[in-house]
């Protein structure tokens, strides 16, 4: 086999592993993104609002799947509170990050 033809089958399966990890990744921070949505930031985001993925059904503050906010979106009002929604300032920055993205890909929502 010429040397160029095993270089793109090695890229290939690079591309396909790395893919594979990517899902693993992917869902990993799915789940951490769902228990900081539904139990680790005081208060948690479901006593509030309504995310389907995350079996919420709040009432106060807006439904998500419904609004369908960015990551930077969701990023900004956690950081810093939006009308009655407090600044959630006891998550670290990639906890903060992990729950705006997490909101974005449940809902469907731009990145």
Partial sequence: MPFYVRQAASGALAA???????????QAN?????????QTAVPACAVCHTLEHAGAQGAIGPNLDELKPDASRVEKAVR?????MPAFKGLT????ATLAK?????TGAAR
């Fill in 93 to 96: 920055d990639q906890q903060v």
């Fill in 30 to 38: 799915m789940e951490e993104g769902k228990k900081l949505f539904t």
């Fill in 80 to 84: 810093n509170g939006i009308g009655q």
């Fill in 16 to 26: 396909i592993a790395a893919l594979a990890g990517g899902n693993a990744l992917a």
């Fill in 102 to 106: 997490y909101v974005a890909a449940s």
